[in-house]
């Protein structure tokens, strides 16, 4: 699986659009871009993926770069339950997901 | 529909003991995966189980083993417990071909 690289913390404001940057410069052809997050002292929770199309869910939106080198996760108006931590993932297959130390987001009010 | 449930929440053993963790996966999975997540660090893959056989492992000594049921329920099973296996173990279920990851809450281990 291609390696992803994303800032270690951010800070947002409550009510605020979050964007969540992750860089996967290595990624193949036939790797998605997965996220996932994981608030304090629970398993992580799937919130969108993508291969190559802009998407977007009840959670979030999930922009690709026309290149498929980077991403952002786009929280549309955070709440101060969205603090948690967030991991870009890239994989291919439903075999397993490498998870990176991910970005520490807090939510301020 | 119920999620994936583990058990117990927390356990402390002593180093050189063995220990086994459960797991119930979501109502219609049949593939259930184990995680264990150091403390700061993202959870790191141990092995995934589809028709009660391992179906890929991660970096992990043979003590660590695996079991899952008919019922697509599995344990977790460490040997020789060590300091570092001091972590918080996830389980993890899913549909085999279909896309998507339940995960549980975790077991929180701490080796003394």
């Known amino acids: 699986d291609a390696k992803t690289t994303q800032p270690t913390s951010m800070d947002c404001a409550e009510g605020r659009a979050a964007n969540l940057p992750c860089n996967h410069s290595?990624?193949?052809?036939?790797?998605?871009v997965y996220w996932y997050r994981q608030i304090h002292s629970q398993g992580p929770q799937y919130i969108i993926h993508g291969l190559k199309n802009n998407e977007t869910n009840e959670m979030a939106s999930l922009i690709i770069t026309e290149d498929r080198k980077s991403s952002t996760l786009i929280l549309p108006h955070a709440t101060l339950r969205d603090t948690a931590v967030y991991y870009c993932?890239?994989?291919?297959?439903?075999?397993?997901?490498?998870f990176g130390a991910g970005t520490t987001v807090t939510v301020r009010a | 529909e119920t999620g994936v449930t583990q058990s117990p929440t927390h356990l402390i053993k002593t180093r050189g003991q063995q220990v086994t963790l459960r797991c119930s996966s979501q109502s219609g999975h049949n593939t259930v995966s184990w995680y264990q997540q150091a403390l700061g660090q993202g959870p790191q893959f141990i092995f995934q189980y589809y028709r009660e056989e391992e179906n890929g492992r991660g970096n992990f000594p043979p003590r660590f083993s695996g079991l899952q049921f008919p019922n697509y329920s599995s344990e977790l099973n460490v040997n020789a417990l060590e300091l570092d296996d001091s972590a918080l173990y996830l389980c993890?279920?899913?549909?085999?071909?279909?896309?998507?990851?339940?995960f549980g809450s975790g077991t929180r281990l701490t080796v003394v």
């Open positions: 290595t990624i193949s052809g036939n790797e998605y």
């Open positions: 993890a279920s899913s549909l085999k071909g279909v896309d998507g990851y339940t």
């Open positions: 993932i890239v994989r291919v297959g439903d075999y397993k997901l490498s």
